[in-house]
């Protein structure tokens, strides 16, 4: 980015605003980024968890396969997902609150003893999955956030804080420059005057 400006006093004064401005909001950009940082490392650890917890639930499932063929999946119906949204490091995240089943009356006298704990593995194995979908989400978001920040950061620090020092530089050293013309342009046109006056006195004794 360029930085636009002037060699004058107003464009220094806006330059030493528009940076102090930058100086102060980094510190807070970088805790923000850390934190973000801290947030993704947490949600991929839990990403992990849930995947394990997913694959020892089918390995589960698998030993029951048999079993399996004789339950009726029908008896039992994702209605709905309940989700409240939480700020992490500022991020407004979707986090899972409740998973709302109906099932099916079945005869339990009739049905095999297993069904009521298939009922259970079931249920287990579709929060799990959901939970899994939220949390990707949530590091999805978290991640963009992240990136969006440590851009910000970087921009502030590599880019515009050392930009504005450098243009208040050439700003300050160029009116300095002018400052020192102009005394020796004074003390010229002085030096002149007191010749021309002694002169003129000479001429007059």
């Known amino acids: 980015m360029a930085i636009q400006y002037q060699f004058n006093k107003t464009s220094l004064q806006g330059l030493e605003k528009d940076l102090k401005m930058r100086q102060r909001s980094l510190p807070t950009l970088q805790s923000k980024e850390t934190a973000l940082r801290l947030e993704v490392k947490r949600a991929k650890e839990e990403i992990a968890a849930l995947d394990e917890e997913v694959e020892r639930r089918i390995r589960d499932y698998d030993q029951m396969i048999t079993l399996w063929g004789e339950f009726d999946t029908s008896l039992i119906h994702v209605d709905d997902v309940r989700m409240s949204i939480k700020k992490i490091a500022g ?5 899972l609150e409740e998973v709302v089943y109906s099932t099916k009356e079945f005869d339990i006298f ?4 297993w069904f009521v704990d298939g009922f259970s593995q079931l249920k287990a194995i579709a929060e799990v999955g959901i939970k899994q979908e939220f949390v990707r989400r949530k590091v999805d978001l978290l991640e963009y956030a992240r990136k969006k920040t440590t851009q910000k950061v970087n921009l502030f620090e590599k880019v515009q804080i050392p930009g504005y020092q450098d243009a208040i530089r ?11 013309l102009s005394k020796s342009s004074q003390k010229i046109v002085k030096s002149k005057r007191e010749r021309e006056a002694q002169e003129t006195e000479a001429n007059h004794d």
């Open 110 to 113: 009739s049905s095999p003893k």
């Open 170 to 180: 050439k700003i300050k050293r160029f009116m300095e420059d002018e400052e020192n």
């Open 91 to 95: 991020v407004r995240v979707p986090v």
